[in-house]
């Protein structure tokens, strides 16, 4: 079983629709939690991170983990084509040798106008 | 733009090849981190310097090896490639501190193939 899991799609939704982005973990040592957006050909970029359980939320985007059940999710509302990229989740522990990222394979997702 | 930059962009080589790729951090920062991106694999993590010094060790090949200079840049040498050596490869950088890794901005990464 891999350390973090995530279905790699793809995910496709009609232009406005509200997304939901997953990913599973096992580790309990993972204390900060991450969203990284990358569409293809690019560099994956950082658009949200949070620590331990909650919500955080960042204009169209918000963030939820759900540290009990070791699950975390991305919710995109209003959601635009220029959303359509790979969503990688990342999580890390808060000290020593954990605290580089293990990331998710990624999830594709196309919203079409 | 994240601030990072990596050359080249896109590297065609044949097997049994050595090829060197460099990274520039963000102004101010001193981690460097080198990623692997496949299909099959995803994003693993390869290596980490901080200040010219490696810090963390992941997935990282023997026929693989990196430096961080002086100035901050990084190199990641490849050899004896082969064809499965074939990904992009992504450099991430972050803040001043080792022990605990901030933020990292990921470069716009080089597409190696390898025929």
């Known amino acids: 079983q891999k350390e973090v899991e995530q279905d790699p799609g793809p995910l496709s939704v009609p232009e406005g629709a509200i997304v939901s982005l997953n990913c599973t973990y096992s580790?309990?040592?993972?204390?900060?939690f991450m969203w990284y957006r990358q569409y293809s050909r690019k560099g994956p970029e950082l658009l949200m991170y949070?620590?331990?359980?909650g919500n955080k939320e960042d204009g169209r985007f918000t963030a939820q983990v759900d540290k009990s059940s070791k699950y975390i999710s991305l919710f995109i509302r209003d959601s635009q084509p220029s959303d359509s990229a790979t969503y990688l989740c990342?999580?890390?522990?808060?000290?020593?040798?954990?605290?580089?990222?293990?990331f998710g394979r990624g999830t594709s997702l196309i919203v079409h106008p | 733009d994240s601030g990072v930059t990596q050359t080249p962009k896109h590297l065609i080589t044949a097997t049994g090849q050595r090829v060197t790729l460099r990274c520039s951090p963000r102004?101010?920062?001193?981690?460097v981190y080198w990623y692997q991106q496949s299909l099959d694999q995803g994003l693993q993590f390869l290596i980490q310097?901080?200040?010219?010094?490696?810090?963390a060790k992941g997935n990282i090949l023997e026929r693989f090896s990196a430096q961080q200079f002086p100035d901050l840049h990084s190199e990641l040498n490849l050899s004896s490639l082969e064809l499965g050596d074939s990904a992009l490869y992504f450099c991430?950088?972050?803040?001043?501190?080792?022990?605990?890794?901030?933020?990292?901005?990921f470069g716009p990464g080089t597409r190696l193939t390898v025929l």
């Open positions: 580790n309990s040592a993972f204390q900060y």
């Open positions: 949070t620590y331990s359980s």
């Open positions: 102004s101010g920062d001193l981690s």
């Open positions: 310097y901080y200040n010219g010094e490696e810090r």
């Open positions: 990342a999580m890390r522990g808060a000290s020593g040798g954990s605290y580089i990222p293990t």
């Open positions: 991430a950088s972050s803040g001043r501190s080792a022990a605990r890794t901030d933020t990292q901005y």
